[in-house]
């Protein structure tokens, strides 16, 4: 059977400490029996290592931060696509999600498809609307606060048992065992990546990480869990162990 050819732009080309998603989605494309994939790499850093991966990533473009607003990225992407034809765009970093989903209808009447939730499916499963995300839909999720301040904390530090997770809204986590943890890892948090932060009940256990691909209709196509087995300064997984199930 001939391969379907098709051009798909993304991003996540960083391979190191912390590595970016986009080297494992690529050899996922790379390996498949049904396309015959182009990858064009959309890169933050001259020297993210995907960059250099000839043998995965055929042409590689260095494109504006989510930060730096919603047209500077479609005016990129809009020249590349000139060059390259893109026909799917996928953004492999959580801070890139809001821009691309607020672009999909722009990107669609350009030629370049998305697969990605409604701008309303997205702000409904932030770590911060998990509570009522979980009572919506009967999920269980552990108990949590949104507070953009210490007084708040301070506020609401009755409801909790240490030790408790201090999260990001974006990134980052870390276990806090006392009042003086916890402000360190809201500082620290803060001013990296912005308020609000989440404080979370802690929950016991090992830790798996489950991504599933659904049909729209409720319906489990495929999913892999996997358990970090060796976690970076950062927090990230580096070495993984994974496993497939079958619906």
């Not at 990001?168 to 620290?188: E, L, P, T």
Request: charged letters at 25%; hydrophobic letters at 35%; zero cysteines.
């Amino acid at each position: 059977m001939e391969k379907i050819k098709v051009n798909v732009a993304l991003s996540g080309l960083n391979n190191i400490d912390n590595p970016g998603p986009g080297i494992p989605v690529i050899r996922g494309l790379k390996e498949s029996k049904i396309l015959d994939v182009r990858v064009i790499g959309l890169s933050y850093e001259n020297l993210e290592p995907g960059i250099y991966m000839h043998d995965l990533v055929d042409k590689t473009y260095k494109v504006p931060y989510p930060s730096d607003g919603f047209e500077p990225f479609l005016d990129r992407i809009r020249y590349i696509h000139e060059q390259e034809n893109i026909q799917v765009l996928i953004p492999n970093f959580d801070s890139e999600l809001f821009t691309v989903m607020k672009s999909e209808k722009i990107l669609q009447d350009m030629g370049i498809r998305t697969f990605l939730p409604t701008l309303k499916q997205f702000e409904e499963r932030h770590k911060s609307n998990l509570p009522e995300y979980g009572k919506k839909y009967g999920v269980k999720v552990p108990y949590s606060e949104t507070i953009t301040s210490l007084s708040d904390w301070r506020r609401i530090e009755s409801k909790f048992e240490y030790p408790v997770v201090v999260k990001g809204k974006f990134y980052d986590a870390h276990i806090a065992y006392d009042r003086d943890q916890v402000s360190v890892f809201f500082n620290k948090i803060a001013a990296k990546w912005g308020l609000p932060i989440v404080i979370q009940e802690f929950v016991r256990g090992a830790e798996v990480n489950v991504v599933a691909l659904g049909d729209g209709k409720g319906n489990t196509i495929g999913a892999v869990p996997m358990r970090k087995t060796y976690i970076t300064d950062k927090g990230k997984g580096w070495a993984v162990s994974r496993f497939r199930i079958k619906p």
